[in-house]
């Protein structure tokens, strides 16, 4: 039946769309008439200050319950609140920011767990990827907290579904293993993918080495969205994050 | 941490055995020694109850800690058994029948600890002291409820209300029905394998994977409180099994509802039947509570798991 469904979409439909959202939370707009589209193959990062909305946004984008949200978010053209849960979970996949554990799984069976569309990934291969394969039979609750976001990675990607949104995924991560996964994620998602990805992050050289376009959050409920070579620039830097940036031998620096 | 597929045969090996010696000890030995008629006319149908008690309480302990996601929950630390005593002494006292009294109660009580900490297991934050402390209240506060209910008891069914609040096998009923519905519910959780498993990575990332979250955890809220109000009713509020064996099993590694089920069932059967053998055998011919006994025991054994599991 998911199988269906899943066709039964327009396969030309952008993976995500929103029409006319806005998002409000603890009185102040997050964001307001956002209309905006992610099609397969694109690697959309979130940037905004702190607070300014981007778990938030995620959330909702995910079809997660938020404060208050107005408008529409279409996976595969389709409304999200006209998908049944079973077939949303062949759609979009999230990983929060910080997974909670309270129970002593192994990473193996978490991971057997989040798969609902086996695909052509496969746990072990993805584990590889993530430097993380020595962490197969290691219970969830004696990662680090690195260790534990790159398993929720993992998580994500495996579940199976198109689009995949990710909360700050490189937070907890060390330079290295933020430039793995930057590399990954792009090779994961590349033109002619059939996937798309959403993420949130805050280093922006880490961003323009991951993501091909942006959306900037302005904290006012204004936003921009657009390829990152188009968009990103110490105006718009400044704009988003209320500090000067200069460019120093390619390398974006706040002051 | 993990079992290997060998370990796990060993695992479930060892349970069925410890079941066995459990049940041929407890059938053979006694006050009176090995007599047939005896055996057969009492010792058979309390060890009967014994085992359908103790599987419904661990089966019971283990739906509420996925249900609550806490592996502390357990339907007598949180109350549920609390409410079950409740309602059968209401029950008793007007005339009414203890297993509908205790199987009401039960679901009363399980359904205002998942109202009072609904907001709780719906956010993302850890909840868990909130929670236990919730069903800690409410526990306390259905101990208090049963003890006004005692003091309006008449003096010559005191002992026997007593002896049957704080867990007593002597006179149980029902080892039939209860070892019954034990299976049932455990048939029932390891058909769910998959679903209820993925209630344990959070109510939300379970819906984000599609799980059927409202109603599963509303099966599992009616399931886990009728098996405390059935095992309730058939032999009083005893505490420990629940919270004991499953934590238990998840510590030496296992980690399906699959496998968690039957062998929760099979070691919350043992245990139970292992304490009422030392509960009438230890200072016989007296025969001591074995909701007070399972206690001394599993109170220590509790501790230890704890203090195994934060290494």
Redesign the interface.
Known sequence: MSAMSARATDGSAPLLQTRNLALHAAGRCLVQGLDWQVRAGERWCVIGRNAAGKSTLLRALAGLTVPSRQGQVCWLGRSQDDWPAADAAWARAYAPQQAVDRFPLSVRRLLELSTVRPGALKADAVLVALDAQRLADRGVMQLSGGERQRIALAQCVLQGAPLMLMDEPVSFQDPAHQAAVARWLAQLVAPGSDSALVLSAHDVNWILRTATHVLALIGDGSWRAGRCEDLIDAALLSQVYDCDWREVGGFWVAN | ??LSAGQQRALAVALLLALLIAVAASLALGSAGLDLQLIQTLRAPRVGAALGVGALLALSGLAMQVLL???LADPYVLGTSGGAAVGGLLALMAGASLWLGAGLGALAAGALLLLLTRSAL?S???A?PRLVLTGVMLASMFGALATLLLALTPDQQLRGAIFWLVGDLSGAQGGLACGLAAVAFAVWLMRTD?AV??L???S??A???????RRLRLLLLVAASLAAGLAVASAGAIGFVGLVVPQAL??L?V??TRDLAWMSAVGGATLLTLADLVARTVVSPLELPVGAVMALVGAPLFILILMR?AR
């Not at chain 2, 819906?207 to 979250?213: D, H, I, K, N, S």
């Open positions: 941490m993990v996601r806490n592996p719906a993302t934050d850890d868990s998959m498993d993925r344990l990575l959070g939300e990332v819906a984000l994977l599609g799980e059927p979250v998840r510590q590694g980690q399906r599991g």
